[in-house]
């Protein structure tokens, strides 16, 4: 793999279209090199600390070619007019989920990250977009983006080069993730597999050990439709 020159975003906390939820998702490039610790950017904010954030979600990354499909589908609006629509912190062209796999090792400026989990939409991509079932369309169509754990801090500049340099869970794409937690929702081979895989984020994991315990899919709709 070619190392892939990122576009590097930060947002502050505003309220979102339609009322008063207020979200740090409105990235927009930042022009000079930014610390990046084990909790991510500096300057970067996130509204709701319970689901955004925090060391298995410390940077965001979401592929830049997803949106050209994403304005054929919906025509062209704002969000979709340049990097940073989906709340992402690093936009490149070259890596999506299909290449990607948890546990992924890149350099990017003098810090190290590692792939920890696949996104999961929320209900406040509704309201970004004005399209009321945004979050489903995300999550059905598997372009959901990543997030990453900082392995070692550093300093991050817009330009710097994202490298891949391990892979430690190569037979794992995000995209076969998803497909497991989203399409083949009850396969247990597959579900046992994630249950296992120690370099994905623990609550992926509980939530596969969940599934497998139940033998039931969980009701996404307070994430996806609601404001919980």
């Not at 909790?39 to 979401?62: L, M, P």
């Not at 959901?144 to 340099?165: N, S």
């Not at 993730?177 to 509980?206: C, M, P, Q």
Request: hydrophobic share 35%; proline share 7%; aromatic share 8%.
């Amino acid at each position: 793999m070619h190392p892939s020159p990122i576009t590097l975003l930060t947002g502050s906390i505003a309220p979102l279209p339609g009322g008063e939820a207020q979200s740090g998702i409105d990235k927009t490039p930042v022009a000079r090199p930014l610390a990046l610790g084990p909790e991510g950017f500096e300057s970067d904010e996130q509204a709701d600390r319970r689901v955004h954030g925090g060391v298995e979600k410390a940077v965001h990354h979401y592929p830049f070619e997803h949106y050209a499909t994403w304005r054929k589908e919906l025509g062209t609006m704002p969000p979709l007019a340049k990097p940073g629509g989906f709340g992402e912190n690093l936009s490149t062209t070259g890596l999506t989920e299909a290449t990607v796999a948890v546990g992924d090792v890149f350099r990017l400026g003098s810090a190290l990250l590692q792939v920890s989990q696949g996104r999961q939409p929320c209900w406040k991509l509704n309201r970004r977009f004005g399209v009321p079932d945004m979050a489903r369309r995300v999550q059905q169509s598997g372009r959901t983006g990543w997030y990453y754990r900082v392995l070692q801090p550093g300093t991050v500049a817009p330009g710097d080069m994202l490298e891949r340099i391990d892979r430690i869970a190569p037979d794992w794409p995000l995209h076969r993730l998803w497909h497991a937690l989203y399409v083949d929702r009850l396969n247990l081979h597959e579900l046992e597999g994630i249950a296992a895989l120690d370099v994905l984020a623990e609550s992926w994991r509980t939530h596969a050990a969940r599934r497998l315990e139940s033998r039931r899919v969980e009701d996404w709709s307070a994430r996806l439709d609601g404001e919980a």
